[in-house]
């Protein structure tokens, strides 16, 4: 028992064991309410995920959501266990979308501890984790590798040989899925709103997607508390006026969710985010911040089993109060451009 | 190709042609979810758009959507391709709504180009567009002409002649529809919230609308970005605070929104908006103005077909910061009240 | 006739009637759009309302609403015949929960007048109702007794002798009520996300809830549009600018909002609130405030015809600016901790 009696603290570094299996709490019936907030709050507006009408003519059931809002339904319900302790984000890999999520669908997570790793100042460690959603039929919708620095409780505690799990640097295409009953034969640039089908790019290509948007602390409150995550720093002003920042920190999946409803313009038929090969927050965001993207094809890939459809390896880069007509990036020495707060490696797919 | 590469800039004057047709892209399945962030936006309270069991009585299939969310969806989607490089959204007209529309409908918007005039400085023109929503099943949902003033791209770019449409001061009342099917027998005014029906209104009559309603940055974004509408100034701090104003512009469309939800108090039982005259943005407003209302009634007018309701021709003036006891309005001088940000002329169908 | 025209300026002291019966206007279905709204405003995660799957295997339809999103809907209702003209909300009683209510349900509220006591300055009296919200099958969904501060119109109207209803000072626990067709054995901890249940608790024992929700505008405000709530201190800034706190006032039923919200952690298995006894407002809360909040078990009780499940009469107290990992609480003179906004005295259900 703790301080707080029942109130449950969050799990520190020595709680964690390598092998470790938890299912985090509360299932999530995901809905149009969802949706309708999502569009609210990131100005989204891909076909697929905005008319039911749409989806269907590609096989879809109904609209599915937004592959990001599943993957911040999913991430929320695992910071609770987790990264509540968390003092850093440190990274994502081997992220990859299954089945697609539809309005009435319920969605749980489960984490397997794959990786352990004190630090050499024993004050925190690395904690690596495998975590997959699942739907009410226990199909896979999400499953990725995280890890997230966490505090000790106790500097003393005791832990065990570090380790650390292999990796891929990036999903490989012959991994990333669509179902095999979508066509895409009637897909419309018109009603999807670009001209440019996967054919139409170039690996090096670069697009500036233009727009700018503010975040303000109400929408990326509301977001984030839309996925019942819980991680404090987002919340808490009377806290965090006292933190390192002196301001409550943006979750940095709105500034991934913002980055691909501005992307829009350029990758509009960029109809599904098939895997997240890594990400970087490369520094934090806060209300008043406009962000900015662009985005570089890096590599084109067949879709197994997809005529109809090919996948594009993009980068994303986020900036904020800096438009990106000049591609703001890495100088010649390595370090970002002081304007950027996301750089994302992913795939996404797109009609051929 | 543009600087921004795949990104589109949006057209330019000179990209117009008489006659020309527009599909615009991103259909837009309606939901409940749309609905319940609307009235949390607005604060509308209407019974109609509130309750399947009153819309029901009354002979709908559930409760339609509010007149206006569904126009704030299908001029969303004309943004990108008629208003992206707009610098003043001049003027509407002969906007009349049509079937309506419930939860799980899917819109589509498409415009035809019915006017082009070059303004004599060669830098912008006017251009006139009839834009039609429709639902999935082709029906239309709402249909009107409106007039921008765009940039052009080249100063020098050669245009065809000035046409300018003929277009009608008002709607006529034979022009106003009301399904057949709805019967208004079991409309209750003490569960519509008001005791004033159609033949208790006095042309000339005015109301104070009484109540007024503060404007957040996160509110307004929020309800635009839901519509999808993608309007530069809305949403970038960044770079309006180095333009005309130093602040993002609330979308006038909201304005409209909330001028609406507060005529509740007043003219409960005005269930419909049957068409839009025309409408002034007088003034432009901003995150921290506090909007008021007050209406007049200009018109009264028997509705075809329908024995059980009637017309109002309303005249609805929104002001910020600036109650409406007194009615402000133009002054003697013809020159509106300095606090005036909307004049909109419509009509409202009402049981009799 | 009053100035404003047909626009209603709310009801006076001197309008009320003892026993008289008001049926208040705009019925209301609620929705999966209010549900994810009241998610994304509050951060709620009970596992009940969160997931359809969860709530069906114990017996419910799908996921009834959160009971403080129905009591919501009702208050809001309420608020345009009663209290459009209170100076203070004096205090709740005897509020009992009834049948779950679902999206798709569609409320309706309406009160009788039950006490009527004129203030011996006669600007004011205090105007005591009995409201309940009902479903569109007439079963009552919520009951509560509540009484407010409200001004004359004209301090020299006569009014009846003064008539104080009896209310209890807590809803014994033979009134609380859970469906009869409700089975918790299925009920997993894990699942929703706390270990706890009824037998581990002790009547003394003291949660804090640790974590803390800091208001905005923007979210306090969107949550009491979506319930129709029109008091008109949380909206207009122009008008409270001279107000007697020169802010808009936070709705207090958000607080009791956020409250329940941050409680999850510690008392996250009180699957529903079965009554509030009473609740004090004991300060307003303002945007840019931090609310925290700790509790205190009461008293424990069977609950009448289900064995699987117990109840747990709960103090709440929330704070603004002030973490709670002390208690703050009245001090020996009696008076409240100055950074106490709420004192809530109601009965949760846990399972066994």
Known sequence: MTAGGKAHPGNFFEDFRLGQEIRHATPRTVTVGDVALYIGLTGSRFALHSSDE?????????????????????????????????IANLGYADCRFGAPVYAGD????????????????????????????????GETVLDY?????????????PVAAATVPDLPAAVTPDKLTLPTDIDLSRYG??????????????????IDHRDGMTIEESCHMTATRLYQNTARVHFNQHAEKDGRFGRRIVY????????????????????RIAAINGGRHVAPSFAGDTIYAWSEVKEKADLPGHRDAGALRLRTVATKDQPCA????????GRPHPAVVLDLDYWVLMPR
Chains 1, 2, 3 share one sequence.
């Open 54 to 86: 749409f989806a269907r003519s590609l096989g879809y059931r109904s609209a599915p959501l937004d592959d990001l809002l599943a993957f911040h339904f999913v991430v929320g319900k695992t910071v609770p266990d987790i990264s509540l302790n968390a």
């Open 326 to 333: 000049e591609f703001p990036d890495k100088g010649t020495d």
């Open 145 to 157: 590798a995280r890890w997230v620095m966490v505090r000790k409780r106790d500097p003393n505690a």
């Open 106 to 137: 319920t969605l749980s997570a489960q984490s397997t501890a794959i990786g352990l790793k004190e630090n050499s100042n024993r004050q925190t460690g690395v904690v690596y984790v495998r975590s997959t959603g699942t739907n009410q039929r």
């Open 252 to 271: 940095g999946g709105h500034v991934i969710s913002l980055a691909r409803a501005l992307s829009f313009n350029g990758l509009g038929n960029a109809f």
């Open 189 to 206: 640039n018109a009603v999807a709103g670009s001209p440019h089908r996967w054919g139409d790019y170039a690996v090096g290509e670069r």
